[in-house]
């Protein structure tokens, strides 16, 4: 079956430093990558997505990059603020059917 | 529009008794998406309506869970009888067949807390 797999639990970084959120699937490329935010106590909610024959996109702050070679999603937040602190979720969506699989995600901490 | 609608957004009961959640989605989506999520196991899909019908149960735990959507604009996850693993928040989220991209939006969660 397909996994995904969030590169860490938890990230911590400095307060206009970009965070990079690591993503990587196993077996077939999906169709599309999602990536959503989830504050606590709240439902996941959409960022951005990126088709399969996308390199990059790119979202205000916000950057994803898909290389199907290494089976990977980055996700890139650029001059980083503490508002941004949250869990991140990668999301497979295989683009035929309409369930998407969530990763377990990475909580991410923006220090002031 | 207010978005997906769940009630209760916290339920505590005791094992063995009935558990009803609630939802309500986005009005005009077709698909509605019952996930429940741990700190264990993180975002499961237990089952997906498409046009008021159930297409996926395969995530439905056990016969204990049942699921239904009577119309568009309603629907509902019943666990009985409940046990304490059952304990989890649980996320109600639609989608429209007509959207540029497959995105789902979530409701509030119901936090289930069955001591």
């Known amino acids: 079956s397909q996994k995904i797999e969030q590169n860490s639990e938890a990230l911590n970084i400095q307060e206009g430093k970009t965070a990079t959120l690591t993503c990587n699937y196993t077996n077939y490329s999906p169709a599309y990558l999602q990536w959503y935010r989830q504050d606590p106590g709240r439902g996941p909610v959409f960022l951005l997505l990126?088709?399969?024959?996308?390199k990059e996109k790119r979202k205000e702050r916000l950057k994803v990059t898909f290389d199907t070679t290494l089976k990977q999603s980055l996700f890139h937040i650029t001059a980083s603020q503490p508002a941004d602190s949250a869990t991140y979720l990668c999301v497979f969506d295989s683009g035929s059917a309409r369930q998407l699989t969530f990763g377990s995600g990475t909580q991410l901490t923006v220090l002031p | 529009d207010a978005g997906v609608i769940q009630s209760p957004r916290h339920e505590v009961t005791e094992m063995g008794q009935e558990v009803t959640l609630r939802c309500k989605p986005i009005?005009?989506?077709?698909?509605l998406f019952w996930y429940r999520q741990t700190m264990m196991r993180g975002l499961e899909l237990l089952i997906y309506?498409?046009?008021?019908?159930?297409?996926?149960d395969s995530g439905m735990p056990e016969d204990r869970f049942s699921a239904k959507m009577p119309n568009a604009s309603f629907s509902t996850l019943k666990i009985q009888p409940s046990e304490p693993r059952d304990s989890a928040v649980y996320f109600c989220a639609s989608s429209s067949n007509e959207g540029t991209y497959n995105e789902q939006f979530f409701g509030p969660g119901t936090r289930l807390t069955v001591l």
């Open positions: 309506f498409n046009n008021n019908v159930p297409i996926d």
């Open positions: 009005s005009g989506h077709d698909y």
């Open positions: 990126i088709r399969e024959n996308e």
